[in-house]
């Protein structure tokens, strides 16, 4: 009786560009990158809260940080698309901290408010007038209290600071 001799499974397309990848060959992982381009950018444009333009510029910084740690060889990948996928999710995370180390923050309405309501009353207004003003900056400074705290320090900040958007 002849024993069954059992074929090595067939290698995906994917285990075969990660043998050449291996083996040096540069083209090997551009063509990894661009099976996955797509599918990369959109979790860019989610993470970054769908911003393309900056979903962009992290896919192009992921890749070559990507790039850099294939030639160093101190990587082994069994899965490129999970890999890579982490290595630009956490490139995300690194960009949200850095902007929030460099936003100001706010630490309450009423500092902001108390200091201008000096100078919204003259003494050329009537009564009514300063009344009206009053109420209206109440008004006002009520709205953007009950604002969602990220909505309310980027307008104080766009509004109070006259800082840009970014």
């Given amino acids: 009786m002849q024993a069954a001799i059992n074929p090595l499974p067939k290698l995906t397309e994917e285990q075969q560009l990660l043998q050449c990848l291996a083996q040096g060959e540069i083209n090997a992982f551009w063509q990894l990158f661009e099976q996955h381009r797509d599918y990369l950018f959109r979790c860019c444009v989610?993470?970054?809260?769908?911003?393309?333009?900056?979903?962009?510029?992290?896919?192009?910084?992921?890749?070559?940080?990507a790039w850099e740690k294939i030639?160093?060889?101190t990587v082994v990948i069994d899965k490129f698309k999970a890999w890579l996928t982490k290595l630009t999710y956490n490139l995300c995370i690194d960009i949200h901290r850095q902007q929030n180390r460099n936003t100001k923050k706010i630490e309450s309405l009423d500092t902001v408010c108390?200091?201008?309501?000096e100078e919204w009353v003259s003494q050329e207004e009537t009564p009514f007038l300063?009344?009206?003003?009053?109420?209206?900056?109440?008004?006002?400074?009520?709205?953007?209290?009950?604002?969602?705290?990220?909505?309310?320090?980027?307008?104080?900040?766009l509004a109070d600071e006259e800082l840009s958007y970014q």
């Fill in 71 to 73: 030639k160093q060889d």
């Fill in 114 to 117: 108390s200091t201008q309501q």
């Fill in 130 to 157: 300063s009344a009206t003003r009053r109420e209206t900056a109440q008004f006002l400074q009520n709205a953007i209290e009950n604002l969602p705290p990220r909505l309310r320090e980027v307008f104080v900040l």
């Fill in 46 to 65: 989610k993470w970054m809260n769908g911003n393309s333009i900056e979903a962009e510029d992290v896919l192009s910084r992921a890749i070559i940080k």
